[in-house]
């Protein structure tokens, strides 16, 4: 699974001194696609937070199990885990009902459920285009529809789909992926308009390359299969459309995403913000 190295990363970030109280205790919060990599670093930070948290995603059970006793074990919060199927609509439904179901509210949804294939538009297989729509896209309208009368309930409620830079760019031989994030920003916007007088607010993050471990191994392939030095792959291959020529950190993402959840964030709405080291400015 790998994810152990965000939020090993994420716990030693704060050992020694208090991280921000952004108010956001005894609340709840799903994260889609949290079992590893972006997603699992942000449910930590929400953990860390006094938020309880559901996991969802892929992996070994025992791995799994093992995340969600040590997160719930170092932050003093319940956690649990749902096996939805993100290409289900019955089972992303009933992760946000049993959610609803355990704690009697849902007050954060984070969409971050998301799959990645590369080939030409002409070579590209249908079944892989289908897949990559019902997750990166499908998915997310999906939970947002369950979880939205529960918040417009409470009076409260803050949703974060996790976009991307090729969100608001193109690159080729991404056509399915490009095309899912184009539709989280148009789906965000539109779902913040009805709610925005209800307390509820709709927001995209849009990453640039963030160093998990997925892209860490990555990068090793890479050199070896371009005789490079790892670093040279990271400057020119890896992070060629990121002006800083550095990687996102899960703990930037998690700052803002733990911004927008709480009420300093209640304003913004229906908006999709870069995280990328300047890829979007050009």
Excluded at 57 to 73: F, H, K, P, Q, Y
Excluded at 135 to 159: D, Y
Aim: aromatic content about 4%; some cysteine; proline content about 3%.
């Amino acid at each position: 699974m790998g994810g152990g190295v965000v939020y090993a990363a994420l716990q030693h970030k704060n050992e020694g001194s208090e991280a921000m109280d952004h108010g956001l205790k005894g609340q709840v919060a799903v994260v889609t696609g949290s079992t590893s990599g972006i997603g699992l670093g942000l449910a930590e930070a929400l953990a860390q937070q006094g938020v309880s948290v559901v996991l969802n995603g892929l992996g070994d059970r025992d791995e799994i199990e093992a995340v969600r006793a040590g997160m719930s074990a170092r932050n003093g919060v319940e956690v649990l885990y749902h096996d939805a199927d993100m290409t289900q609509p019955h089972r992303i439904a009933d992760l946000v009902g049993s959610t609803r179901n355990a704690f009697g509210r849902l007050d954060i949804l984070v969409n971050n459920a998301g799959i990645q294939h590369v080939a030409p538009v002409d070579e590209f297989p249908t079944e892989q285009w289908d897949r990559i729509i019902a997750i990166n896209l499908t998915s997310a309208f999906h939970a947002t529809k369950a979880a939205i009368p529960p918040m417009k309930a409470a009076g409260r409620g803050r949703i974060v789909n996790i976009a991307s830079a090729h969100g608001l760019v193109a690159s080729p031989f991404k056509s399915a992926y490009v095309a899912a994030k184009h539709g989280v920003i148009g789906f965000t916007k539109s779902a913040a308009l009805e709610v925005a007088q209800q307390g509820v607010t709709c927001n995209a993050i849009c990453p640039g390359y963030v160093k998990t471990p997925l892209v860490e191994a990555q990068i090793a392939d890479q050199a070896k299969a371009r005789g490079i030095s790892e670093e040279e792959v990271m400057k020119t291959v890896i992070l060629a459309a990121q002006p800083t020529k550095q990687f996102v950190t899960v703990d930037q993402l998690a700052g803002l995403l733990l911004y927008l959840v709480s009420d300093a964030g209640a304003s913004v709405n229906g908006a999709a913000l870069s995280v990328d080291g300047g890829w979007t400015a050009a």
